[in-house]
């Protein structure tokens, strides 16, 4: 049985593998500078319509400013953000935002219970509704009525993704969502990202972890310092990162 | 009302209790000699240049429109001082200015709208001078603790706003906490009056030989108008300041960390 691809010979095979349509997002020449310093530096970048595509590099690449950028956290100094070929400067940023779902590297629990935390994504929400968002989060009804204050780091991590879930959005960014968990929280995690890509919802999922991209990536794009890294800057980061 | 005047000698008098703070300064190693004696020296000079003021704008021959001017400066005077003590507030100097100017339009509105008070110099200046002075302080705090508010659970407003929440409703529940906070200090001296302290519209009233029962009522008018005026200034602040932190596309500015 051969070995499974890894993330260079993803990398090297990306762009034969784009798709023919509209990319999911596309980045066009992209400037962001904040407080006048240069965080991307005019970055071009297509990412799939399908499976995970991984943004992989070091800390402090710009890797979340690109996920920011897509939800329309960001907006940027100079450049375009499309999102399924539209520029998303002239969607209303409320409905990309329930389009375009987004898990941050921490988790920001609301207070009150589990439930209480779904309905603030969708106040009208039904019971099913909740549950459906549960179970794509690998999180049991039971959890529904516990306080979100009692949850452990993975489970209120799979909240905050079971609450993104609950506006069904049409793809999750996730930005290093497991850097603050366990090696087990982290891999049941990933498995539902994999099972919500299998579902045919994209994600987009950023970490600086090597090994966790070669786990997850069906796509890498490689980010070192605001651009696209060349071939001979990804090779290098990839060698060092191997050790 | 002669009975209440102390005169010159009796100010003088009153500085011996000057000395017995500097004593203590110096017996306890305070180094607040200089401080003390500086504040005296500013409270009396401002005190004496107002009254002289106050003499010609309260007299009963000058036009009642000069007493409104005078309200106008204390509004302007009041946002700077505003944006002396909050000043890492983004645009506090205008926002303050809206907020103090708003609430004492309703709030003197209310009082000479309605006949509470009549429409003299005498009641204008002192009455508008309670609400501003009194309206300072909230707004400093509601300033400061919106931004603090905001930028420490900065990623709980993000999260919101990630769900497709409006700034409104993303900031509601980190707003509401910092304009109780301002609001509590002004509720608990409303409560406490009476019991703890002796306000200082009633004291000076009774001084000067007013009945302690109309003393009562005239204090118990003023504690409710300054009330309406610092609720009216500490929403204001909070709508205009919550609203300058959003952008229109509901994105929260960088904000630096304010001590609250």
């Not at chain 1, 106040?123 to 999180?139: F, K």
């Not at chain 1, 980010?223 to 060092?240: C, H, N, P, T, Y």
């Not at chain 2, 302690?212 to 709508?239: F, R």
Request: charged fraction near 20%; include cysteine.
């Amino acid at each position: 049985m051969p070995p499974p691809p890894t993330v260079t010979t993803r990398t090297s095979e990306a762009s034969a593998r784009r798709p023919v349509g509209a990319p999911l997002f596309e980045l066009d020449a992209v400037v962001l500078e904040i407080d006048g310093r240069s965080i991307l530096r005019g970055i071009s970048l297509a990412i799939s319509d399908d499976g995970i595509t991984v943004l992989l590099g070091p800390s402090g690449a710009g890797k979340t400013m690109i996920l920011r950028l897509l939800n329309r956290l960001e907006v940027p100094t100079a450049g375009v953000v499309r999102f399924r070929g539209e520029s998303v400067a002239s969607i209303d940023p409320l409905a990309l935002r329930r389009r375009v779902g987004m898990v941050f590297q921490r988790p920001a629990p609301f207070p009150g219970t589990v439930r209480d935390n779904l309905l603030v994504a969708d106040p009208a929400a039904s019971n099913e509704a909740l549950l459906a968002a549960l179970a794509g989060a690998g999180l049991a009804p039971t959890f529904l009525d516990r306080s979100a204050d009692d949850l452990s780091g993975g489970e209120s991590q799979r909240m905050c993704l079971a609450r993104t879930l609950v506006t069904r959005p049409e793809v999750l960014l996730m930005d290093e969502p497991t850097s603050a968990l366990d090696p087990d929280a982290r891999h049941r995690l990933e498995r539902t990202a994999r099972d919500l890509a299998a579902e045919g919802r994209p994600v987009v999922w950023v970490t600086h972890d090597l090994d966790q991209a070669d786990r997850l990536a069906d796509d890498v794009l490689v980010v070192i310092d605001g651009r696209v890294a060349s071939a001979d800057e990804r090779d290098r980061f990839l060698k060092s990162e191997r050790g | 009302m002669d009975e209440a005047a102390i005169g010159w000698s009796g100010l003088a008098l009153s500085l011996i209790l000057v000395a017995v703070a500097v004593a203590l300064s110096l017996w306890q190693g305070l180094r607040l000699e200089r401080e003390i004696l500086w504040a005296c020296g500013r409270a009396i000079t401002q005190l004496l240049a107002v009254g002289y003021l106050l003499l010609l704008v309260v007299d009963e021959d000058t036009p009642v429109i000069w007493a409104w001017l005078w309200v106008v400066a204390m509004v302007i005077f009041a946002a700077v001082t505003v944006r002396r003590r909050a000043s890492d507030v983004p645009d506090i100097l205008r926002l303050s200015a809206l907020a103090i100017a708003a609430s004492a339009a309703i709030s003197l509105l209310v009082v000479f709208g309605l006949g509470v008070y009549p429409n003299v110099g005498r009641a204008v200046v002192p009455i508008a001078g309670m609400m501003i002075g009194n309206s300072i302080g909230s707004v400093v705090v509601a300033a400061r603790r919106i931004v603090g508010e905001l930028a420490d659970r900065r990623p709980e407003v993000e999260a919101r706003l990630a769900l497709g929440q409006p700034w409104q409703q993303a900031s509601k529940p980190f707003v509401r906490s910092a304009l109780r906070t301002a609001l509590t200090s002004q509720l608990e001296s409303t409560k406490a009056v009476g019991l703890v302290f002796l306000p200082g519209a009633m004291t000076g009233l009774i001084l000067a030989g007013v009945d302690p029962v109309d003393a009562v009522l005239v204090q118990a008018a003023i504690m409710y108008l300054i009330l309406g005026c610092v609720a009216t200034n500490v929403v204001v602040i909070g709508l205009g300041l919550t609203r300058r932190l959003f952008t229109p596309d509901h994105r929260l500015v960088r904000l630096a960390r304010t001590a609250a």
